[in-house]
């Protein structure tokens, strides 16, 4: 019988950098940072939500493009596995989308907020109880650090930002990651400078921005970008 990774030391994991307990490190942050964001409202919920952001979507993207592959290799029902997960985080990038353009006055804001929460924890114990104790049966725990280090690699040159109609799946996401990643980062240091810089630079720093997700969004409806997907795994 299967045991959730949640309930395991690490030794059993695979030791310090195994990537079961580098997955668990990342969803411990994201329930502490998804606690954080409850009740929070304007500018405060802003924050947390982009803090939400680089966390997610660069771990997922790492998680596309190094462990789910080897999922569908090792597993006879890897495919089903991880397209349920991929359809979660698909419904992740579509939801956060919305939200960047929902006012905070907007009734659908807190339920798009609500739903947001659910999928993401959802999407923390379809991992933690089914994929990742299906994959610890498979290799072992050299293998797991080995992968540790692959997809930590891979996480710190991922996107940060939501891109529902890129590909879940290789070639299309390997294909767009680098200049997404440039982008999206960019992205990152242009919004923290407007944040925390004198307020007469804001403007020009949110143009800056908008420049930047607009040249994103060309990036992501190339056609490269959609290799390999699987509907409903992008748009």
């Known amino acids: 019988m299967t045991r959730s990774i949640a309930h395991q030391t690490v030794d059993e994991l695979g030791g310090p950098g195994s990537v079961l307990v580098r997955q668990r490190d990342d969803h411990l942050e994201r329930d502490r940072l998804l606690h954080e964001l409850d009740g929070t409202t304007g500018v405060m919920q802003e924050r947390v939500l982009r803090k ?3 966390l997610v979507f660069s771990h ?3 998680e596309e ?3 789910w592959p080897v999922l569908r290799r090792a597993l006879p029902d890897g495919e089903a596995l991880t397209l349920r997960v991929e359809e979660e985080h698909q419904e992740v990038n579509e939801l956060v989308t919305t939200l960047e353009t929902t006012p905070h006055g907007d009734p659908r804001r807190s339920e798009l907020l609500t739903r947001l929460v ?3 924890r959802e999407d923390v114990r379809d991992e933690e109880d089914v994929l990742f104790p299906r994959l610890q049966e498979r290799v072992d725990a050299a293998e797991l ?3 540790g280090r692959q997809w930590e690699l891979v996480r710190r040159v991922s996107p940060t930002r939501p891109h529902p109609t890129v590909s879940r799946r290789p070639p299309g996401n390997a294909l767009s990651a680098l200049p997404l990643s440039v982008l999206d980062r960019a992205r990152d240091l242009v919004d923290a400078g407007v944040q925390h810089g004198p307020s007469a630079v804001a ?3 949110k143009a800056v921005s908008h420049g930047l997700a607009v040249l994103a969004g060309l990036v992501e409806k190339l056609p490269p970008a959609r290799k390999g997907d699987r509907p409903p795994t992008s748009r």
């Open 203 to 205: 403007p020009a720093g």
């Open 52 to 54: 939400i952001d680089r």
């Open 118 to 120: 659910a999928v993401l």
């Open 60 to 62: 997922a993207f790492a």
């Open 65 to 67: 493009s190094v462990l």
């Open 145 to 147: 650090r080995r992968l």
